[in-house]
């Protein structure tokens, strides 16, 4: 049965402690909050993080789902039915605040209903919370208030949407859509001019005429080197998404396709070797050394 911690909130498990995470697990535990995370499966850098934000080791996500009143789930999108499975029978309330389309929500609200659970959508947007202002937890559905209030006073604001139960997921696809879309777009038209060796030529006109795009197109560069594993499957999502909205899907599909090809920087590379390897990598040639 769930259980209650000495302040008399509720105890939240946190499915997991990844940079966004654990982030967020500080935030509640912050707060006064005691909060669960599994260790089964999960390496040295996860017991690291949950350790720093005072997360409590449970083992197992079906001990957290025993003891826990709240679960967040927290991870990159291509898992994100996968967690919902590890705590199948849960009888809370289920968060997921992942990078997830609509009807992949939709899906994981099925399965957390059909085990007794209730099911709160949710969607990040920002860095990883550390100081007030910086980041919101959107959050839709019929018990999307009481979530939020678990986040008053801290540095993650916690805002209700009103429409559907998948309103949150629908507002992080859009945003996205055009945040990290629009940034694999650059990386395409860069590694473009590269290949037909007008890439200086670009630079030059993008400094007359486009003043923000090379140091534009240079962040994103080292985003993707950075993020670009995670950022597949949520293109993929967005994809789907727009899909099922009877919109053209092709754009994120690619967008997906850039972020697969780019490839994790190397320790203490500098700028412009992030940016020269992530554009090699796009036109399908590795740098010279």
């Known amino acids: 049965m769930p259980i209650m911690d000495n302040s008399g909130l509720g105890v939240i498990g946190l499915l997991h ?29 996860t017991a690291s993080r949950a350790r720093a934000a005072g997360l409590q080791d449970v083992g197992t996500a079906s001990e957290m789902a025993d003891r826990a009143e709240v679960i967040l789930s927290l991870c990159p999108p291509h898992a994100a039915l996968d967690m919902a499975w590890a705590v199948q029978g849960f009888g809370g309330i289920f968060v997921d605040a992942n990078a997830i389309a609509p009807a992949t929500a939709r899906e994981i609200a099925r399965m957390i209903e059909d085990g007794g659970g209730s099911y709160v959508d949710g969607g990040i947007i920002g860095p990883p919370p550390a100081a ?46 055009w945040t990290k879309g629009t940034g694999s777009l650059l990386l395409t038209v860069r590694a473009l001019a590269r290949a037909e060796g007008v890439e200086e030529v670009l630079l030059a006109e993008w400094a007359l005429s486009q003043p923000s795009l090379a140091e534009r197109s240079a962040r994103s560069a080292q985003a993707a080197s950075a993020k670009g594993w995670r950022w597949v499957g949520e ?55």
Request: proline residues 5%; charged residues 20%; contains cysteine.
């Open 17 to 45: 402690p990844g940079e966004m995470g654990a982030a967020a697990g500080r935030c509640l535990t912050g707060a006064g909050h005691t909060v669960l995370w599994a260790s089964e499966g999960r390496g040295p850098q």
């Open 132 to 177: 007030a202002g910086s980041t919101r937890l959107y959050l839709s559905g019929s018990r999307a208030a009481e979530v939020r209030e678990l986040f008053d006073g801290s540095p993650l604001s916690g805002r209700v949407l009103a429409g559907g139960m998948t309103a949150a997921s629908a507002v992080k696809m859009a945003y996205a859509a």
């Open 235 to 289: 293109m993929e999502e967005i994809a789907a998404t727009m899909a099922a909205a009877g919109l053209p899907d092709g754009f994120h599909q690619a967008a997906a396709e850039v972020y697969r090809r780019a490839p994790h920087a190397r320790p203490a590379a500098s700028a412009d070797d992030i940016v020269n390897t992530v554009l090699m990598a796009l036109i399908g040639d590795s740098p010279q050394d």
